[in-house]
């Protein structure tokens, strides 16, 4: 059993059947010796990639999403959800439907953080149906920069976010794959990208 998959048993708390808390490690709480074991892992996974800049969505992933960027040694960017004070020329603006509020929120990058040049690591904390990371894509897209590949710390394999990030072309690496929170057990998937975290 990975340290990861162990932390989620021992920590975990299943919500219904679709929803994982884990806010004692990841969502509220963090352990920054496992974020620091997450960002060796996704640097080592996408470092041939020629990543330029980290990006997350506030707040959950900027604890994986910034060791992963102290590890390959460039930015981190986290968009945010609610609308700067600074003009809307500025930024780059995306709505994204939010999976744990079910509502769709606006979300937003400075222009001057993102170029036509980067090559844009994703990092999210969960992978659900995939709409935060095709939100992030577009904003990527729209700063004319490339997609070098999607980080998940924690994907629920039952949901279609995956298949739908692959259809679209991108590379998706997950750090733990449940394939399951029916009955308020966890099960993972038994083969997952990382062997270390
Ligand atoms: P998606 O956009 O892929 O449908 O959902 C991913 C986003 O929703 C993540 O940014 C994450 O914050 C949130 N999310 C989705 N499922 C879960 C879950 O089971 N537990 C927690 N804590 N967050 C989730």
Do not use: C, W
């Not at 060796?40 to 999403?65: H, M, N, R, Y």
């Not at 930024?91 to 999976?99: D, V």
């Amino acid at each position: 059993m990975k340290p990861l998959e162990q932390k989620i048993l021992d920590e975990g708390i299943v919500l219904g059947d679709h929803v994982l808390k884990v806010d004692s490690f990841l969502n509220h709480q963090v352990d920054p010796q496992l974020m620091h074991s997450i960002g060796q892992t996704f640097a080592q996974l996408f470092e041939a990639e020629g990543v330029t800049k980290v990006l997350t969505l506030e707040s959950s992933g900027i604890a994986p999403a910034v060791m992963t960027a102290l590890l390959l040694n460039v930015p981190l960017i986290f968009a945010r959800k609610r609308k700067s004070l600074t003009l809307k020329d500025d930024l780059f603006t995306e709505k994204i439907f939010s999976f744990t509020k079910q509502e769709e929120s606006e979300v937003t990058v400075s222009r001057k953080f993102l170029n036509g040049e980067d090559r844009v690591l994703l990092i999210d904390d969960f992978l659900a149906n995939g709409d935060a990371a095709l939100g992030l894509g577009r904003i990527v897209a729209q700063a004319g920069a490339t997609v070098a590949g999607i980080g998940i710390v924690i994907e629920k394999a039952f949901q279609p976010g995956r298949e739908v990030l692959l259809q679209q072309g991108y590379r998706v690496h997950s750090l733990a794959r449940i394939a399951s929170l029916d009955g308020g057990k966890v099960s993972f998937v038994t083969e997952s990208a990382a062997q270390n975290v």
